[in-house]
């Protein structure tokens, strides 16, 4: 949907060309895009990361690439690949849902960059930030984005609804708004910013933790290759941080590592959003595209707390709030 929508029809509609390679191919990508001739790249947030682990080489600065279309790219990633391959990354939000009815880009001038953002919204929709009673949520703090598309029409140009559910198209149309589940915030500019999904955030004592923010924490320690954070259940706390860390080197001691890691995660965060939890893997679960499987890591990671398998820091986080 993301590149016909974006990169078909929008070629077809100017006039252009569209490249298609028959899959993905990181050793080849640069000589790929040099042999086109291409001005525009379209690829999913995770390939950047991909490109950046390969060697430098000389055709990757061959091209004549004005921008790459990279929704998702991981902001840990975004300046090395601009400054690396002299190419600017445009963001943007849009869902399967919506269609061009409802989306953001920072493709709209005055374009927005940083953290996150995924720019401003189209002229053709009207949105809501809004809290869990749907109150408006004040400038510069996340609420689940509401959408629906000017006029009288407010469904016009969104999908017609999911297939023989009628029941779940009418839950995300609620008093003429659709709710897309994706938490955000805007700034005085009018620049909108990406928190993250309601489902993985992790509500702790009344807290919203976004799982993003930690993740991006914890990537800070030169110690992890991989982290996946996600809440578990917790009767005291509602819900509490759980991390799974895959190291970049044997670990002798697991205990000794998450502890040091939890406290140097505590430099970059509140100490309520450090985690509770930790869990010391080789790898983490990933979609067919190379994501996280963020349901599967939720389910494993509720698991290894109820059989004790997981590394309990919630006392070690007690001591930070003091400390």
């Excluded at 600065?61 to 190419?87: C, K």
């Excluded at 061009?100 to 189209?122: K, L, Q």
């Amino acid at each position: 949907m993301n590149a016909l929508g974006c990169s078909a029809v929008g070629m077809m509609v100017l006039g252009g060309a569209v490249v298609p390679l028959d899959r993905f191919h990181a050793n080849r990508w640069w000589q790929c895009v040099a042999d086109s001739g291409a001005t525009v790249v379209h690829c999913l947030g995770v390939i950047p990361a991909i490109l950046l682990q390969l060697p430098a080489t000389e055709v990757e600065r061959q091209h004549r690439v004005r921008f790459a279309f990279a929704p998702g790219v991981d902001v840990r990633h975004r300046a090395t690949f601009e400054e690396r391959y002299r190419i600017p990354i445009v963001e943007a939000w849009a869902m399967t849902e919506t269609g061009g009815a409802a989306a953001t880009t920072t493709a709209r001038e005055p374009a927005g960059f940083g953290a996150r953002c995924v720019g401003r919204p189209s002229d053709s929709m009207e949105y809501r930030l809004v809290d869990d009673q749907g109150a408006d949520v004040a400038l510069g703090k996340p609420g689940e984005l509401l959408v629906r598309a000017k006029g009288d029409a407010p469904r016009a140009g969104f999908f017609s609804g999911y297939l023989k559910d009628e029941e779940a198209t009418e839950a995300a149309w609620q008093d003429g708004w659709f709710h897309t589940g994706d938490l955000v915030f805007a700034d005085h500019d009018g620049l909108m910013y990406f928190f993250d999904r309601k489902k993985t955030i992790v509500r702790r004592s009344g807290e919203n933790i976004g799982v993003l923010e930690v993740e991006s924490a914890l990537y800070m320690d030169t110690r992890i290759g991989g982290c996946a954070v996600t809440p578990v259940p917790d009767d005291f706390r509602g819900e509490e941080v759980f991390a799974f860390i895959v190291p970049n080197a044997t670990v002798d001691d697991a205990d000794m590592l998450a502890t040091s890691i939890v406290k140097a995660c505590a430099e970059r965060l509140a100490y309520h959003k450090v985690p509770g939890y930790v869990a010391i893997v080789d790898e983490l679960p990933l979609s067919s595209t190379r994501k996280l499987a963020r349901g599967e890591i939720k389910t494993l990671a509720a698991a290894a707390v109820a059989a004790n398998r997981a590394i309990d820091m919630r006392q070690l986080k007690a001591k930070l709030r003091h400390a």
